[in-house]
């Protein structure tokens, strides 16, 4: 059964939710936590590591009771057990999708097409597995007899951004194989990252779904041509392996048979850094981080199969998320974690957000009347405190974000560690309650400014009464790393469904592909 068809502007609750926000746009953020002191408990989720804090945004108990009638009113809960149990929601694609059967550990079976999938996955994973061991214990020699060193992952959008992001986040992880990704069809990029080789001890991992893709095929011939300069063609198997579902093409390249890794149409690029995609992940960390990097997704894709919608991380996002972009007509949000080590997120989140959720047409093929998709975009705490923060305080947009946290670090400088997460705190303390006109003037006062008090006063006033929510993790690991990434995944999911969409097609990066071949013609 296809999912359900609607504008979800008509539906009863949506009108309810208009009303609602007429009556409750002037909301403030320091009246509703000075009129409840359990806020902060009443507007938080613990699951285990991770405990989301959603109190400093607008809303009452009221807006996310709407909120979550309008997830029922959508029938949410059914198309969440058709994501998981495979039918064909990629419907323009007819294709399921199923990134979560890549992490599954449970017996329950998965089919496509009448075959259950999950035997292919656990081989695939048997085979990452080993091939990893290989490559980080040395067995694997190259051409001349050395071990490999290097490892570069040519490729790009899905093929390149998660395991990138990845690879960097867990950097703290990392065995002794340096990891290198190329992925811009820009020469200079690939000449970069080739001056840093030596072709004996490099293994190259082309990623492609579709192993026709202009840049990452450009990038492996030119890798090729290079390689070839000191090793021969018949070396190319032992430095050459492939990550794709057009095996004529990876034959063709002169890849060994045996060292072709498997993608499934029921994968969408974008959220594919659990399969083999993600194998210079596995070489880059080793299997078993790889494989905690699944469980962590795994217990979110739990959590948000079975949990109550009002209590839902990924649903709780999702709804603020079309609360702030339907009714605050807020266009951008802001993804900042507060570690070096995700500097790469909001890169990855782009693509996943923003090539899903970028449509105007809905599931019925009109033309949409409402907003949908959200701009995303960030960077990592403190450094951003010093270059965009200021427009977030204190411009006129209203841009809710999302400041995600560790308790922990990871390095132990316990100093610099209690100065990130005072940082983490104070911003989104800043943001929601600001500074006031009095408060302003007694601060000028008592610094003996009184002829500057009329004069600047305006300007240091901050409003506040701007959203955020805090996503705060115990500690950055392969399994928390997981669990956060999967939660944007299903985020991604739900606020599709709310808004009538078909988020796992990717039909608008099509014409400049075609158009890109005819300038190259001319
Ligand atoms: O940008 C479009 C896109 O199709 C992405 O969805 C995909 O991740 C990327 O290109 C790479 O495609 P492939 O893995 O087939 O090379």
């Known amino acids: ?66 909120l979550v009638e309008l997830a ?98 867990l950097k703290f992880y990392k065995n002794k194989l340096n990891t290198h990704f190329v992925s811009n069809v820009d020469g200079d990029h690939v000449s970069e990252v080739l001056k840093k080789l030596n072709p004996e001890t490099t293994l190259f991992v082309i990623v492609s779904k579709t192993f026709t893709t202009q840049e990452t095929i450009s990038n492996a011939n030119t890798i090729k041509n290079w390689f070839l300069k000191s090793g021969s063609i018949f070396d190319v198997a032992k430095h050459f392996v492939a990550v794709s579902t057009n095996l004529d093409a990876v034959y063709d390249f002169g890849i060994d048979k045996n060292n072709v890794f498997p993608m499934w149409n029921w994968v969408g690029g974008r959220f594919s850094l659990w399969s083999a995609v993600g194998l210079s992940i596995s070489l880059a960390v080793g299997f078993d981080n790889f494989r905690e990097l699944l469980n962590g997704a795994e217990e979110m894709d739990i959590h948000f199969r079975t949990t109550e919608f009002d209590e839902n991380i990924p649903v709780i996002l999702a709804l603020l998320s079309v609360w702030y972009n339907n009714f605050y007509g807020a266009e951008t949000e802001a993804i900042l974690p507060y570690t070096q080590y995700l500097s790469k997120l909001p890169d990855y989140l782009q693509q996943a957000v923003m090539e899903s959720n970028g449509k105007g047409i809905d599931r019925d093929g009109n033309e949409i009347t409402y907003q949908t998709g959200t701009i995303v975009w960030g960077s990592t705490g403190t450094n951003m405190q010093h270059a965009f923060m200021q427009l977030v305080h204190q411009g006129t947009k209203l841009i809710p974000t999302d400041f995600i946290g560790f308790k922990e670090s990871l390095h132990g400088l316990e100093d610099h560690h209690n100065k ?97 071949k005819k300038f190259l013609k001319k």
């Open 72 to 169: 029922n009113e959508v029938e949410l809960k059914d198309a969440i057990e058709k994501y998981f149990t495979g039918e064909t929601i990629n419907v323009t694609e007819g294709r399921a999708v199923l990134h979560t059967a890549l992490r599954s550990t449970s017996e329950e079976p998965v089919l496509v097409d009448g075959k259950d999938i999950k035997p292919k996955v656990q081989t695939a994973l048997r085979k990452i597995r080993a091939f990893s061991n290989k490559v980080i214990s040395g067995k694997w020699k190259g051409y001349s007899g050395k071990s490999i060193t290097d490892v570069v992952n040519i490729g790009i959008g899905g093929s390149d951004l998660g395991p990138d992001m990845i690879v960097e986040g």
């Open 1 to 66: 059964m296809a999912l359900k068809n609607y504008n979800p502007t008509q539906t009863e609750t949506w009108k309810k939710l208009t009303d609602h926000f007429e009556v409750s746009k002037n909301l403030n953020l320091k009246e509703l936590f000075r009129t409840d002191a359990n806020r902060k408990e009443n507007f938080s989720v613990t699951v285990n590591d991770l405990e989301v804090d959603f109190s400093k945004n607008r809303i009452t108990k009221e807006t996310l009771d709407l």
């Open 420 to 516: 990130l997460m005072a940082n983490y705190n104070a911003q989104m303390e800043a943001l929601a309650f600001g500074k006031t006109k009095e408060e302003v003037h007694l601060e000028l006062k008592a610094s003996g400014n009184m002829e500057k008090i009329n004069s600047l006063l305006p300007y240091k006033v901050f409003s506040g009464n701007r959203p955020s929510n805090g996503i705060l993790f115990d500690k950055l690991t392969p399994s928390s790393l997981g669990k956060l990434v999967s939660l944007y995944e299903h985020k991604i999911f739900v606020q599709g469904i709310i808004w009538n969409i078909y988020s796992y097609d990717q039909f608008g990066v099509e014409l400049g592909k075609e158009l890109a």
